[in-house]
Structure formats: C-alpha cells, structure tokens
C-alpha cells in the first residue's frame, strides 16, 4: 500500500479471463488501499473465479452490475465507491493491463511532486507497451494540425501531454470534483480522450511517467497499414469509435486543431479498416452507422432506444 494518500483502484471488467483478472490483483495488492472491481453484466462469476484470499478479503470489493451500462457509467460507479472509501487519488484500470510492482508510488510521487509546485494536476500515467506492436511513445500532444509522439529522454523524464489512456490513470480526487464524471453517453471509446480534453480546458495540466511501466492489450491483434501496426477490434466496438469521435467533432468547447488531427487519423482508419478487417463488409458497415449516428447525436448503448 502506498503511504501517505489513499489511493484506490476502480477495475471496469467485462467477461475477463479469471487468472488474469486474479494475477492483476495480487500485483496491486501491494500498491493501493483497495480496490473496487465493476463487472459489466459478465456472465461469469467474477467472485467465484478469484483466489480464496481476494474473496476473503475486505481489500477488493466486487460489484457486479446486471447489465453492460459502458465502462464511463462503470467507472464512475467505481469512482464513487472510492469516494466512500476515503480516496484521496482513485487509479483506473482495463481488465488487459499489468501494472510493474512500483507504478503506483512512482505516479503518485509526480503527482505529489507537480501538486506542490502549484499545478493543477488533471492525471498522471504510466508508459504502457503492448508487446505485438512497435510501441512507439505512447505520449501524445497536439502541435498545431497534427498529434506528436512526446518521447522519453530517461526513465525519470515526466512529460506533458493533452490527454492518457485511461488504464494506469492516476486522477487526484479534487480533480474529480472539479471536473466532473466521465460522460455515459459515449458508452465506451473517446471516454478518456473527452475527459482529458475537457480538464485541460479548465487548466488542469495530465503527465506521462516515464518511469511507471505498464503492459497493456491495445485490443485484438493488429493489422498492418502501409508499416504501420494499427490496433483492431470487433466491428462493435469500431462503431463507437467511429460514432463518438464524429460527435465530438460536432460538438463546441474541444480543440479545434485537435479535431482537425483527430479526424485525419480517424479517416486513415476508415479506410485501413474497410480493406483489411474482416469481415469486411461487417466493419464498413459498423463504421459507417457510427458515423451517421454521431452526426445525428444518437448516442448511449447501441440498440438501445
């Protein structure tokens, strides 16, 4: 546990491998106060598939929703719990993410560090590699119509970024309530990409850790584009993609030239996508709706009315 704040994971799972789910567990059982795992509507019994310890142990509470509601609604029911709990920085992770045995004191010591230089601090995270991509710096910026890679110098370089994936996000408590919930509406896709842009918006400033390591599952395995490994996913989940990145294109208050850089990427994908993922009329098509949904405001769980 780390000392001196109160730090408590919120783990969103959704039809998780058990001994993976058991492995995260015990690899941050040493790290925070406690953690809070939301199920979305699983049908396994995550309780049941964990070690005899974790089930007997106050340290992990499980909360299994009825439902898949989005990880946004999941988190921020976890978010809460946490509240209840004291917390003063809540941590989120993925179900696919392994955090090192030293990411979280050496994420919380930055975002203690930048607090007490008088910053206001939206989010730290860690470097996350996954290992069937090139893994370039997973730190990213805007600079004027295009998004750059923020390398690490070393191991003890912190950089400045607009916004970080949200598993391994370290996010003060105060930031929260500053900021607000992340948004249902999206459901899942763009959920930490909005909430990042929208703290920065208010003058909060997110940090990457170069020190703070993390392995993280960047979906299914990837396709390859002209060289460049391109993370895939089930035609579903590209069309939240699709649709939230197309609404939030429409929508006043977000960086124009991140719009602009955004949507470049977004089209590539398209196209990328639409000749290399099968099934590919299936992926055109889930791509295509979502983009019609977005600009039509339709949004929440898809199917649901």
Not at 35 to 43: C, H, L, Q, R, Y
Not at 81 to 103: K, N, T, Y
Not at 132 to 143: A, G, K, V
Request: hydrophobic fraction near 45%; charged fraction near 20%; aromatic fraction near 8%.
């Amino acid at each position: 546990m780390v000392a001196g704040a109160v730090v408590v994971g919120v783990l969103v799972t959704y039809e998780p491998d058990l001994a993976k789910l058991d492995g995260l567990l015990s690899a941050l059982r040493q790290q925070l106060a406690k953690v809070v795992v939301i199920d979305n509507g699983s049908k396994l019994d995550i309780e049941k598939g964990l070690s005899a310890a974790l089930r007997s142990d106050s340290w992990c509470q499980v909360v299994r929703l009825p439902s898949n509601l989005g990880i946004a609604a999941a988190q921020n029911l976890g978010i809460e719990l946490a509240r209840q709990a004291g917390a003063a920085f809540v941590i989120l992770f993925d179900q696919d993410s392994e955090p090192a045995p030293d990411m979280v004191p050496k994420l919380l010591e930055v975002a203690t560090t930048q607090s007490l230089m008088g910053v206001s601090v939206a989010a730290v995270g860690p470097r996350y590699t996954d290992e069937r991509h090139d893994n370039p710096p997973p730190f990213t910026r805007i600079r004027g119509l295009s998004v750059a890679r923020q390398a690490c110098d070393s191991p003890r370089s912190v950089v400045e970024v607009d916004y970080l994936i949200a598993s391994g996000s370290l996010i003060p408590m105060t930031t929260l309530d500053a900021i607000g919930r992340m948004r249902e509406d999206l459901f899942i896709d763009y959920v930490d990409i909005e909430w990042g842009l929208r703290a920065k918006k208010a003058g909060f400033q997110s940090f990457g850790v170069c020190g703070a390591l993390m392995r993280h599952d960047l979906g299914n395995e990837p396709i390859d584009f002209f060289g460049r490994k391109i993370p895939l996913h089930s035609p579903l989940r590209h069309y939240y993609h699709f649709r939230n990145a197309v609404r939030l294109y429409c929508e006043t208050g977000l960086p124009w030239n991140w719009k602009i850089a955004d949507g470049w990427r977004l089209l590539l994908k398209y196209g990328a996508y639409t000749l290399l993922a099968k099934p590919r009329h299936k992926q055109w098509w889930m791509m295509s709706l979502g983009i019609v949904h977005g600009l039509m405001g339709r949004m929440g769980k898809f199917g649901k009315s």
